[in-house]
């Protein structure tokens, strides 16, 4: 079955510094897709970064890029330069690449970033 | 990008009403579209899957009778929350995507049943 774990229950990190969310996955499939959300308090879902299972590079997208590591079924979100506007809940999903397309979403991480 | 609505936003009603929820894909055509649920603090928890013109595909434990799904257009598909109790209070959202695009989703409704 699949399986998203994201262990850190909550971050801190200082504003302008850069952040590591963790997000591991389990699957038996070749093919997949991984995704990570932002949640703000307002509860809108805040599509952020993708990445295939195929996919050569590490997806990048602004201040976001996702450390995509196979081998240890990794993919973890780095924020660069972190602003005030990225405190949130952050989601790690993954996606099943046939059949329904559903995601499966990890518990989450909430992240504060202090001025 | 992407646009989906969501409506309403929030709502509260007494116990025994049933509420009816509304997604829809502003600028593109959605086959799929998902239905979420999320209590505080926690992930968001699939319900069913939406299918146009077909019958949805619930996720094991949720009742389909209490949470009526109807994908009657490429651009709509609804959540009724039939007989509603305070145990139902919680936030609900959908998403909708196409083929292997990521999904977008509405931004979600507040449910509380008084």
């Known amino acids: 079955a699949q399986k998203i774990t994201q262990t850190q229950p909550g971050m801190f990190v200082q504003e302008k510094e850069a952040v590591t969310l963790d997000c591991t996955y389990d699957t038996s499939d070749p093919s997949y897709g991984l995704f990570w959300y932002k949640q703000p308090s307002s509860g809108e879902m805040i599509f952020l970064i993708y990445?295939?299972?195929?996919?050569?590079q590490n997806a990048t997208e602004g201040r976001y890029s996702l450390n995509f590591q196979k081998a240890r079924k990794s993919a973890n979100l780095v924020i660069s330069a972190s602003q005030l506007g990225d405190s949130a809940m952050y989601f790690c999903?993954?996606?099943?690449?046939?059949?329904?397309?559903?995601?499966?979403f990890g518990t989450g991480t909430r992240l504060k970033v202090l001025a | 990008g992407a646009v989906v609505s969501q409506h309403p936003s929030w709502v509260i009603c007494k116990s025994g009403t049933s509420v009816k929820i509304e997604c829809r894909s502003l600028?593109?055509?959605?086959?799929?579209m998902f239905w979420y649920r999320q209590f505080p603090k926690q992930s968001l928890m699939l319900m069913a899957t939406s299918n146009e013109g077909s019958k949805a595909t619930y996720e094991q434990g949720v009742e389909k009778d209490k949470f009526l799904i109807n994908h009657a257009s490429l651009t709509l598909s609804t959540l009724t929350v039939t007989s509603a109790h305070p145990e139902d209070s919680s936030f609900y959202i959908c998403?909708?995507?196409?083929?292997?695009?990521?999904?977008?989703f509405g931004d979600g409704t507040r449910l509380s049943i008084l």
């Open positions: 600028d593109f055509q959605a086959t799929t």
């Open positions: 990445q295939g299972s195929y996919d050569q």
């Open positions: 999903a993954m996606r099943e690449t046939s059949g329904t397309y559903k995601y499966i």
């Open positions: 998403s909708a995507g196409t083929g292997s695009q990521p999904q977008h």
